[in-house]
């Protein structure tokens, strides 16, 4: 998925097509670029039939941008689709080490890529939630073997195209942010065990190697905390329930606010967001979308 980053795009492309476990399909979403992208893909795709174009009308965010490119990768009958941004550049081998572990496990619902920087340190913004929760804070003794987890980013994720068939696609309406998470929680609680692969290893080069934290965020990105707490409520109220859902939704709209007082400065641009967010989460009903069989 693509928006207005024609360069990071291009190295995306090539070394999707360098691995060493060949890809059978390239689903490019073009979310309504205006740097140059579409003429690009336009060019690509005529001269690599196995690269397909997918042009949105309008700026559906990440999360509609994901929807829609899986939604296309299921009717080009895909058995799998691995899922990344276009800021995300795996080694040679990232692909061959997650379908190693598709043969090894054939009740995968999902498996993740060790994602690092683009000095090779593990990238605080993708890491994944472990079934085990001491190894968050140990990731970087994990190097090899398959590690349990129940949720995990876009940042290199490959999904069985059953899993996708049996319980629908992310949630596009979410626009951006959560729909990672909610998703492969929703595949590991019907029943789908994820796994972090350490020895598939992709690169995230983003402009600086930053959680999703609020306490230290840019405040060019306040408004991404909006969609993080609507996104958030929407998706505990779908897990567990109205009652339930909320309580949890409040718990962390208090979390959200305390860790707002902490920053040196842009409280209130921030504090307006989240609040503007859990507002909003209290009514914001999406659905799952799901694959016409």
């Known amino acids: 998925m693509t928006y ?3 360069e990071l795009l291009r190295k995306c492309i090539s070394t999707v097509a ?7 399909e390239i689903v490019v979403v073009d979310n309504h670029s205006t740097d140059g992208t579409a003429a690009f893909l336009a060019d690509i795709s005529r001269s690599h039939p196995d690269i397909h174009l997918l042009s949105l009308p309008e700026n559906l965010g990440g999360a509609g941008g994901f929807e829609a490119g899986i939604r296309r990768a299921i009717e080009l009958s895909a058995d799998y689709v691995w899922i990344m941004d276009d800021d995300t550049h795996p080694s040679p081998s990232a692909l061959e080490q997650l379908m190693s572990v598709a043969a090894e496990h054939p009740d995968m619902g999902f498996a993740a890529s060790r994602v690092v920087w683009t000095d090779g340190s593990i990238h605080k913004m993708n890491s994944p939630l472990f079934c085990d929760k001491t190894l968050g804070s140990n990731m970087e003794r994990l190097r090899a073997g398959a590690v349990e987890c129940r949720a995990a980013t876009f940042v290199s ?92 939704g409040w718990l962390k709209y208090r979390r959200l606010r305390r860790d707002i007082k902490k920053r040196p400065d842009h409280r209130g641009i921030f504090m307006n967001e989240v609040k503007n967010g859990f507002r909003d989460g209290l009514s914001f009903r999406p659905t799952i979308p799901m694959i016409n069989k």
Not at 18 to 24: E, F, G
Not at 219 to 230: D, E, I, L, T
Request: hydrophobic fraction near 40%.
């Open 157 to 248: 994720l490959l999904v069985p195209a059953r899993v996708v068939r049996a319980l629908g696609l992310p949630i596009g309406a979410f626009f951006i942010w959560h729909d990672d998470i909610e998703y492969t929680s929703r595949i590991f609680r019907a029943g789908h065990p994820g796994y972090y692969v350490p020895e598939s290893i992709v690169v995230h080069a983003t402009a600086e190697n930053l959680g999703a934290t609020i306490d230290n965020a840019p405040a060019k990105s306040a408004h991404r905390f909006y969609y993080q707490m609507r996104n958030y409520v929407a998706t505990k109220r779908l897990e567990k329930g109205l009652l339930r859902g909320l309580v949890s």
């Open 4 to 6: 207005n980053r024609l």
């Open 18 to 24: 360098a691995q060493t476990r060949k890809v059978d």
